[in-house]
């Protein structure tokens, strides 16, 4: 799991990095979140555990995944400015049925969820920025899924390239053939012939 270095992220940098989106609401997020330095390859949720804590990405990225057959699926990928959880778990407790896991080294904000409903309540700019997120969340699910019934692997690669290029940049080959629902193999030929 993760180790909580001292004092490894100040709250100014948090704030006001220059590779890191000014974030609104971040001095009331402040009050009741961790900071928090996570090494690459952590993960953070397990499936099955029952979520607790939503991230806030500062700087790296997180991604979702599930195991099928031996094999691991990614379906969602986590940068900057995002946040984070096993949502459905975390707001219901129940059972995550997926994994959640940094790809590079990642600083967050980690809140726990009691804290952070009782913020939302209290902060109804907050909740109306929050409720934005999840609805961009589920329109890149529902996305996600049209995309695997209706595009050949090829448009899929290319879709992610027109509307997702950072996710190309940024998150290992593997990851993305997951993502796409086909092989590394695969995805290196799509590759080649673009």
Not at 23 to 47: F, S
Not at 65 to 92: C, L, N, P
Request: charge should be positive; include cysteine; charged fraction near 30%.
């Amino acid at each position: 799991m993760y180790k909580k270095p001292v004092n490894s992220i100040r709250h100014e940098e948090m704030a006001t990095a220059g590779d890191t989106p000014r974030l609104p609401y971040m001095d009331e997020l402040r009050q009741v979140a961790e900071a928090r330095t996570i090494p690459a390859k952590t993960i953070l949720l397990r499936e099955g555990r029952v979520a607790h804590t939503l991230y806030l990405i500062r700087k790296g990225c997180l991604r979702l995944f599930f195991y099928k057959d031996g094999r691991d699926i990614t379906f969602q990928f986590f940068f900057e400015g995002d946040f984070v959880a096993s949502f459905e778990s975390m707001h219901q407790q129940r059972p995550s049925l997926f994994y959640l896991e940094s790809i590079e080294p990642t600083e967050a904000y980690a809140i726990r969820k009691d804290d952070f409903y009782a913020l939302i309540e209290r902060t109804p700019g907050l909740r109306t920025a929050y409720e934005e997120k999840l609805i961009e969340r589920f329109h890149a699910y529902q996305q996600l899924f049209l995309s695997r019934i209706k595009n050949t692997p090829q448009q899929r690669y290319e879709e992610l390239l027109a509307t997702r290029p950072d996710i190309v940049r940024r998150v290992p080959q593997h990851y993305i053939a997951s993502y796409l629902g086909i092989t590394p193999v695969s995805l290196s030929r799509i590759r080649n012939r673009i």
